[in-house]
């Protein structure tokens, strides 16, 4: 689908990834609609979005209400008149080890990470068939293809949206409406000092700007492709432990074995 002209929604654009998103969107001629729970930090977003796009626009949100994102979708999707993007974005971490998870933190992040882009994808998908274009974009990441050490809940969230996806993308394959997973590695933002969090175990992996997720998203939106990384070689990481699982999980319980040596935790 060619992006410029169209519409797009971006849920969780107060910072990060979908701040960036959403004006590199902007720049390429998208009329956006972003939500967050953050205002302040929306407006700033919309204020740069709108520099390009003059009639985007913002709704605070805490998409962990679920009972109220069907409302809220049909919503947006009549003040941006159909939207044609949807970028299923928010998300929160959860580093902490299966061990010491809560319910509720299990409860939590599912709701924000699976849930809830789930809600709005069914939500707007009917409209998109019927008006014979849409694509929706999901950002996963590569814990739901890697399943790091401490970050269990994080990862079955992640994994849940990606299997998701690809079983909507068979679905949807003979239509006109298209499915699609980033996975990002480490991209420099407010995720790794959100509260309530353990320390991140991966700590030598090189990050990358928000902005470079901007190019992947557009040439897969372009282009039908349903899944990419960034870095790339991430998908060499996949295959190898889609190809030998065993071996995978020896070698990432050593890696673990190392990181926590190196930071006198018990091992
Ligand atoms: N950074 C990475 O290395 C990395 C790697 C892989 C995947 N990801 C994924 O990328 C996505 C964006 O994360 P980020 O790295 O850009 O971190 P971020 O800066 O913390 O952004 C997260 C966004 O999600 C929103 N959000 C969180 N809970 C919400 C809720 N209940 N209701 C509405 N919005 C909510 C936040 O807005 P408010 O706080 O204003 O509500 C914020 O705009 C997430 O899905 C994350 O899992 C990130």
């Given at each position: 689908m060619e992006l410029a002209g169209r519409t797009a929604l971006v849920t969780g654009?107060?910072?990060?990834i979908g701040a960036a998103i959403a004006e590199g969107l902007a720049a390429r001629g998208m009329t956006v609609g972003i939500c967050a729970r953050r205002a302040d930090r929306l407006a700033e977003v919309l204020e740069r979005c709108q520099q390009h796009a003059p009639d985007s626009r913002m709704w605070v949100m805490d998409?962990?209400?679920?009972?109220?994102l069907p409302t809220f979708a049909m919503h947006a999707d009549d003040e941006l008149g159909g939207i044609d993007l949807l970028v299923n974005n928010a998300g929160i971490p959860k580093r902490r080890l299966a061990t010491a998870l809560r319910w509720d933190e299990i409860d939590h992040v599912m709701a924000v990470n699976y849930l809830s882009p789930v809600r709005l994808t069914l939500t707007l998908l009917p409209r998109m068939l019927e008006r014979g274009r849409g694509a929706i974009y999901n950002i996963g990441s590569v814990a739901a293809r890697m399943?790091?050490?401490?970050e269990t809940a994080y990862s079955a969230s992640k994994a849940a949206l990606t299997a998701f996806a690809e079983g909507l993308a068979i679905e949807l394959w003979d239509t006109e409406v298209t499915v699609h997973v980033l996975h990002p590695g480490i991209?420099?933002?407010?995720l790794f000092i959100h509260p309530d969090n353990d320390e991140s175990?991966?700590?030598d992996v090189e990050p990358l700007p928000p902005s470079a997720v901007v190019d992947t998203l557009v040439a897969q939106v372009e282009t039908g492709q349903f899944e990419a990384y960034l870095p790339e070689w991430f998908a060499d990481v996949a295959s190898g432990k889609a190809a030998n699982l065993q071996g995978y999980l020896a070698g990432a319980a050593e890696y673990w074995r190392i990181k926590r040596a190196e930071r006198g935790e018990a091992v």
């Open positions: 654009a107060s910072s990060g998409l962990s209400q679920l009972d109220d399943s790091p050490a401490g991209i420099e933002t407010e175990y991966a700590d």
